[in-house]
C-alpha cells in the first residue's frame, strides 16, 4: 500500500512539472467552510542543489492574488525551505520565446517563501503572459552555503472562460 502511495504521489509530481494550469481557489474561514475571496495557484516540481545535496527534489506553489505573487518552495518536496535570514535574490525566467526575463529584489523570506512585492508583481505577471515552456532559476546565498533552485513547467493555453478569471 505504502508502494501505490509512492507511486501515486510521484506520478502526481511528475505530470505537475510539466504541465502547469492555474488554478482557483478559494480561502476558508476558521471553521474551515470557503469564503468567497479567490486566489489562483498551481504545484510544479524541480530541483535544488546546496553544499550537501545535489539536484535534489523540490516543489514549488505557485499563488497569485490581487497584487501579490509568492512561490512557497519545498526542499525534498514537503519541507518548506526555510531560514534564519531574509535574503533578497534575483529570478531568471526562460520564456517560451526563448528570451530570458530578469528580476531583480525578489525577497526570499525566512519563511521558504519567494515574494514579488508591487514593485515586481507587473514584472513575474507579464513575465507568465503566455501558455508554453518555461524555466526559472534563483539562488539563496548566506554566509554558510549556496542553494540553487530550477524548475521547468509548461503553462497551458487558457480557454476564454479561464482568461476572464485570470488576472494576466
Same mark, same amino acid.
Given at each position: 500500500?505504502?508502494?501505490?502511495?509512492?507511486? +501515486?504521489? &510521484?506520478?502526481?509530481?511528475?505530470?505537475?512539472?510539466?504541465? @502547469?494550469?492555474?488554478?482557483?481557489?478559494?480561502? !476558508?474561514?476558521? *471553521?474551515?467552510?470557503?469564503?468567497?475571496?479567490?486566489?489562483?495557484? &498551481?504545484?510544479?516540481?524541480? $530541483? *535544488? $542543489? #546546496?553544499?550537501?545535496? $545535489?539536484?535534489?527534489? %523540490?516543489? *514549488?506553489? +505557485?499563488?497569485?492574488?490581487?497584487? %501579490? &505573487?509568492?512561490?512557497?518552495?519545498?526542499?525534498?518536496?514537503?519541507?518548506? %525551505?526555510?531560514?534564519?535570514?531574509?535574503?533578497?535574490?534575483? !529570478?531568471?525566467?526562460?520564456?517560451? #520565446?526563448?528570451?530570458?526575463?530578469?528580476?531583480?529584489? !525578489?525577497? *526570499?523570506?525566512?519563511?521558504?517563501?519567494?515574494? &514579488?512585492?508591487?514593485? #515586481? +508583481?507587473?514584472?513575474?505577471?507579464? @513575465?507568465?503572459?503566455?501558455?508554453?515552456?518555461?524555466?526559472?532559476?534563483?539562488?539563496?546565498?548566506?554566509?554558510?552555503?549556496?542553494?540553487?533552485?530550477?524548475? #521547468?513547467?509548461?503553462?497551458?493555453?487558457?480557454?476564454?472562460?479561464?482568461? @476572464?478569471?485570470?488576472? +494576466?
Amino acid at each position: 500500500m505504502k508502494k501505490m502511495k509512492l507511486l +501515486f504521489l &510521484f506520478t502526481f509530481l511528475t505530470y505537475g512539472s510539466i504541465y @502547469a494550469q492555474w488554478e482557483k481557489k478559494h480561502y !476558508v474561514d476558521d *471553521f474551515g467552510d470557503k469564503t468567497d475571496k479567490t486566489y489562483e495557484s &498551481f504545484m510544479v516540481t524541480g $530541483t *535544488f $542543489t #546546496n553544499s550537501v545535496s $545535489t539536484d535534489r527534489d %523540490a516543489v *514549488f506553489e +505557485f499563488i497569485k492574488k490581487e497584487n %501579490a &505573487f509568492r512561490v512557497k518552495v519545498y526542499e525534498f518536496g514537503y519541507n518548506l %525551505a526555510t531560514s534564519l535570514e531574509h535574503r533578497t535574490v534575483t !529570478v531568471k525566467i526562460k520564456q517560451p #520565446n526563448c528570451n530570458v526575463v530578469t528580476i531583480n529584489d !525578489v525577497s *526570499f523570506t525566512k519563511k521558504g517563501s519567494l515574494y &514579488f512585492d508591487e514593485e #515586481n +508583481f507587473t514584472e513575474i505577471m507579464s @513575465a507568465f503572459s503566455s501558455s508554453g515552456q518555461y524555466t526559472m532559476l534563483f539562488n539563496r546565498t548566506s554566509d554558510q552555503s549556496t542553494s540553487r533552485y530550477r524548475l #521547468n513547467f509548461k503553462l497551458e493555453e487558457l480557454n476564454p472562460q479561464e482568461k @476572464a478569471i485570470s488576472s +494576466f
